[in-house]
């Protein structure tokens, strides 16, 4: 899979492409069975729709700036939540792109039970 070079210390683009090709590994390596084909589908039409995805977050890109920039320019730390499927990845590498790029003291916590048995 072509990603490109890899600029930041927290590569999204890197990650993201390995997380999509393990997903096309295990859609070769499943169960073919006539039970699962809609739902294998729904997995390829979803890895086709990424590009627009990207595209649609990438034309909001001064938006999101502007919107950093206004919450988090007198900022010393900040603490993300995840929540759900993948509560952990995403959150982890804000952490570490908002620690390597804006000097940030950045924390990631799965929910909140995690964060109570952290202090």
Not at 99 to 118: I, T, Y
């Amino acid at each position: 899979m072509q990603a490109g070079p890899e600029i930041g210390v927290a590569s999204t683009k890197a990650y993201t492409s390995q997380y999509v090709a393990l997903v096309m590994i295990a859609v070769q390596l499943c169960d073919d069975s006539i039970l699962k084909t809609a739902r294998r589908q729904q997995i390829i039409d979803g890895l086709h729709d990424i590009p627009a995805q990207i595209q649609k977050v990438l034309a909001m890109d001064k938006a999101l700036q502007t919107l950093a920039k206004d919450l988090l320019s007198d900022q010393k730390s900040l603490l993300i939540m995840g929540r759900g499927y993948q509560c952990m990845s995403y959150p982890f590498i804000l952490a570490m792109e908002l620690m390597s790029r804006r000097h940030l003291f950045g924390g990631c916590f799965e929910d909140q039970g995690s964060l109570v048995h952290a202090q």
